[in-house]
């Protein structure tokens, strides 16, 4: 077991290590990109070849690649990620700022995702084939199927200009988390919910729910007591994997509601050019990706009892 | 002979999944007393799980069940209550062990508590007094360090371990029935003489009735004491387990007999297999149903379906629907 | 095949057909604008009125569903091809090769594809690749950040049915690599890409979709769906329908090819799923939806 632990850190550690070399070396792969548009950025337009070159020379961007990725990933390992080409100030400037934003979002999307799953996937196994099942599985296929920008975007319609009770823009106070924690649930709730509904089914078809049943249980305490319990290594896994694309659900839903957060500087690094500002975000997004994977696999490592007491031999 | 305490009369059982419609009993009546052990024989899908389980609705997802005939618990008929009264005869009258022990508990949850609910539900036990009747009942069931055991999950206890538990939680609520469906198919042969011989101790001790579902013949000589052989979905003879394992009359209860190598002769020699395989029970035929398979076989069986007869009364009589045979060999009939 | 839901192409079928015969269906020409009609409602020359430089909504939908479609059709046929190659010579080379392209799947696979697909565009935002439009830039950089899962899969299936003896069979029978290769091997690894790209369709509709929606996809006037509804979004006080019909059609478009998946997922059913109860005589529908539900849960 612990060495199993050990294994999977260090694997996940070096995933981490050539995910970043790679996106390093890709978005560095024209050395000429930063150095040109610091220049243009300090003389204006009017920056020269020669001014480039200095620029370059004194950023040490002439280095081989592998040097600078070392001297960049030592750097951000000591907490220094580069000055954003945008905005001018510290990447850990921006990230103190809006690393929260973001982690609010995915939390509270993350928490709604997981209780609208669960209620959907179990009213939809104790209504087992009825017309509430049905139903339920119509909403998670067009939940699961609804772009979420369109989702936003209705509710905008819903909540903001027909009904009035949040801006349509701006985040202020608890209520107008809603809308974007709504938007970014709906498509991993959906997905979740199938997942409830179709494990259930499953477990409900295995031999120990045939001895719930010979307890004289009645299938909704089959359901909840036997069948349950057996889902929660399917579901925890499928939460992670899900929890990491509700970052592309924050991005979304930081342009829409105007949430400065990662996923909105993001897009600005991309349409801006701002490499140092996309490198670090990407550096970000590797950790925050492979450790969310690394947590869920873990988590589930634990909660198997097959795994976490292995019968001694 | 006490009365039953559960009794079956011609039982038609008819099970339809999207593709295929199947009578897997067909007009089958079979009863239990206290105390008494009555063995279901028969090959693999020749309905004895369909035949016992059915009426208490343990059937397998997907498969829609007709049930017909009466099937009468403590003089009640269950094919007639709701779910929920069904549901509450399932833990309380009836007990049932499985097959497999290893997938029949909940991998995710520890022993212990999953037989003590049981205890708590039945005998309306507080929490602590659960626990000490849930270890007892493990210890009850042969299980050694009971203590220990409670707190370990499925997969930290052997088969045999896991059997005796399943038996602990199957007794958990007091049963007048057990049910026992293969309880030893699925154990190492040195473990299943153990299990039979616990759960022969526990039905005197209780004087619990015991269905026991098997095709093994030694497990019918050692725990029977009567015995009914099915062919498909077919009652092809029934009596007293010495009876029918000693002087069998039917061509498929002699077929199965001579094929269990270590029943009466030592050697393996004498083992005969039953050519052919089971009929597909889809399509229907009109006569007896082992005639295709049979060594005794004439025109005639293909065309008429065969009558349970008495060839021997008595306390158990001894019954055989088989005309080809009991003519043959000049055996006398009682009705 | 022969119980297959063939009606549940329906849908997936009328979004390829409109897609192709976009130029006969529409209306107006879509870039066309007319300021004389601008932000119109629901007439009869503009059916689903004009967005707010009066070009026909109408139009725009027809011609978005082409665009999705086409772009939708290049990147899949593209990751799929550069997954199959890519994963099948791993999966058949073995080795240290298979080692150093399992590596590259599996860093590729770190991050979720759309991510990537940001990522790539980003770096294709640089001086060095501005003679790529920014629509090929959206192309590739999908392309890029879609095989590796195609990849993956041809790699287990070649694995897979490499250890099957009728392999082991021909070649002994002095059957060359390639022959064994196509004739042997692809077909099953065809099988399923194929299948899995059938129901990926809807996910990469999505991902065209929210890319032109953050501006870094289909640039204007092209007609796009999710450029569309951000366009609309300004004037979503005024006439939502510019938000509502863009979205409704992507919607539609991408359960359409979910249904698709889900079909699609229903041809692994095992058999019989055994064991459990059932209520009596309940309806024969209910082992369908168990089938159905068993291997929803692999999908």
Known sequence: MQRMFMRRTGLAVLLMLAATALTFALVSAAPGNVAALIAERAAGPGADGPMIARIAEELGLNDPLPVRYLRWLGAALTGDFGISLRTGKPMSEEFATRIPKTLALLAGGGVLALLLSLVMGLAGAVSNGGVLDRLLHGVALVGASTPNFFVAAMLTIVFSVMLGWVPTFGVAGFTSWLLPWITIALFPGSVLSRVVRVNLQEAMSRPFATTGFAKGLTRRAVLFREALPNILIPYMTTFGAQFTLMMIGAIVVERVFGLNGIGAFFIEAIRFRDFIGMQAVLLLFVVFFVSVNLIVDIAAMLADPRLRRPRRA | ?335 | MKSWPWAILTPALIFVLIGIFAPLLMTHDPTKQDYSAILSPSSWSHWLGTDYLGRDMYSRIIGGARTSLVAMVVVLLAALIIGVVIGSFAGYIGGRTELVLISIIDIALALPSLIIALALIGVFSGEAWSWMSDYWKMIIALTLAWWANYARMSRAVVVAELQQPYIEAARVMGASHMWIFTRHILPHVLGLVVVYASADAGALVLAIATLSFLGLGVAPPTPEWGQMLVDGMSYIEDNPALVIIPGLALTAVVVSFNLLGEAFALQKVPKAVRGGLLRRKKSARAGEETARAATEAKA
Do not use: W
């Open chain 2, 1 to 335: 002979m006490s009365t039953p305490v559960y009794a079956v009369e011609n039982l038609v059982i008819d099970l339809y999944t999207p593709t295929v419609s199947v009578r897997a009993v067909d007009g089958a009546s079979f009863h239990v007393s206290p105390g008494e052990t009555l063995a279901i024989v028969g090959e693999s899908g020749s309905g004895k799980t369909v035949m016992t389980l059915g009426p208490l609705g343990l059937m397998p997802e997907g498969v829609a069940v007709d049930l017909r005939g009466t099937a009468r618990a403590d003089g009640r008929d269950i094919l007639t209550l709701s779910p929920a009264e069904l549901s509450a005869l399932r833990g309380g009258f009836f007990g049932v062990i499985f097959q497999d022990p290893m997938s029949a508990l909940n991998p995710m949850l520890k022993i212990g508590p999953q037989l003590a609910r049981q205890a708590q539900l039945y005998a309306g036990l507080s929490p602590e007094a659960a626990r000490k009747e849930g270890v007892s009942l493990l210890a009850r069931s042969g299980i050694p360090d009971p203590e220990d055991r409670y707190d370990r999950y499925p997969h930290e206890l052997s088969g045999g371990m896991l059997q005796r538990a399943m038996i602990a939680l199957a007794l958990a609520a007091r049963p007048r029935v057990l049910i026992a469906d293969e309880p030893t198919t699925a154990l190492d042969a040195t473990v299943q003489a153990q299990i039979l011989a616990l759960i022969r101790t526990i039905q005197k001790e209780d004087g619990i009735a015991v269905v026991l579902i098997t095709h093994d013949i030694g497990a019918v000589s050692v725990l029977a004491d009567r015995v009914i052989v099915l062919y498909a979905g077919q009652i092809a003879e029934e009596g007293s387990a010495i009876d029918v394992l000693t002087a069998p009359v039917h061509p498929y209860t002699r077929g199965l007999l001579a094929s269990v190598p270590d029943f009466r002769s030592e050697s393996a020699t004498g083992t005969k297999e039953i050519p052919g395989i089971p009929p597909n029970q889809a399509q229907l035929m009109p006569g007896c149903r082992f005639a295709d398979r049979c060594d005794r076989v004439l025109p005639a069986c293909h065309s008429h379906r065969p009558r349970l007869q008495t060839i021997a009364t008595g306390e158990v009589p001894h019954r055989v629907a088989c005309p080809v045979v009991i003519a043959a060999e000049g055996i006398a009939t009682h009705d």
